[in-house]
């Protein structure tokens, strides 16, 4: 497999048809790598990204996947150095400070909900509903012209989408609507676990007086990550799946889909969202 270095885009040849007829040209491609996470030099899983922000997204998916609770339990992230001495781009060791016992158990819990359904069904709301105490209610409150300007705002900053038109973003914007982060990668969940790992290095968990939103769609697997970050808001550009709004009316979280052109939809707990009351089912 290839080695970019590190790289986020990658210059490609193409023949381009246009107008009855093919030109040559170069196209910018966004980076896919695998990132091997390994946990006191075993291997632990692995997950393909975009390079780049590789800490954060090691830490957030650590949290977000209940095998940390705090920035305290991870004692030490270092890149694998190869033979020749020079570290690998895309391996990653951390060192936790956890007790084994704790981490056996966290381990096997995660592992039973992933394998025995796949991340499925009542099961796994369960699952998490029993690591995930549901948001309080709070004063978290927006009006929709808030809600509006997000998509703007988050779209300046996508960069390495406006390159190559093939990553998605997730970014945390404070209850006045501005952006205190954005990142991007080729998977959407690895998205939100670098904004995830930017906030617990910036001592900024729970949350709890932010809002999150992502390109693209919602999945069961964007609630459970958001939820364990503790953001009572989610917003998304496109549709959420039935599972995401399950999950999201038993833990807390206010749900919108379809955050574009002047509009959303409001799936769970409106009461976050100010507005004016209209007729209609």
């Known amino acids: 497999m290839a080695d970019f270095g590190g790289k986020k885009t990658l210059e490609r040849a193409t023949r381009r048809w246009r107008a009855s007829s093919f030109t040559n040209g170069r196209d910018l491609l966004a980076v896919e ?7 006191a030099g075993r291997r632990f899983t692995v997950t393909m990204r975009t390079p780049g922000h590789d800490e954060e997204l090691v830490t957030g998916f650590l949290f977000a996947e209940g095998f940390v609770s705090a920035a305290n339990e991870i004692g030490e992230i270092r890149r694998v150095r190869g033979r020749a001495g020079k570290p690998e781009p895309n391996i990653i060791d951390v060192i936790l400070h956890v ?3 704790d981490l056996r158990e966290r381990l096997q819990r995660n592992f039973t909900m992933t394998a025995s359904c796949g991340l499925c069904g009542k099961t796994s709301i369960e699952a998490i509903e029993r690591r995930i105490a549901p948001l309080s209610p709070g004063n978290f409150a927006l009006e929709p012209a808030v809600l509006l300007s997000l998509g703007a705002k988050m779209r300046g ?6 390159d190559t038109g093939g990553v998605h973003a997730a970014a945390l914007f404070d209850r006045s609507g501005a952006l205190r982060a954005l990142r991007e990668d080729i998977g959407r969940h690895n998205a939100v676990d670098k904004l995830i790992g930017w906030a617990m290095g910036q001592n900024k968990l729970p949350l709890s007086d932010s809002l999150v939103m992502v390109s693209g769609r919602l999945s069961f697997e964007i609630v459970q990550k958001v939820a364990a970050a503790g953001a009572p808001l989610l917003a998304a550009v496109s549709a959420p799946s039935s599972l995401a709004v399950e999950l999201a009316d038993q833990v807390g979280i206010t749900l919108l889909g379809f955050l574009r052109d002047g509009a959303f939809n409001v799936y769970t707990h409106p009461e976050r969202v100010i507005g004016p009351a209209c007729g209609g089912t």
């Open 33 to 39: 790598e695998p990132l091997e996470i390994r946990l």
């Open 99 to 101: 007790p084994v016992e």
């Open 157 to 162: 900053e996508q960069t390495i989408f406006a």
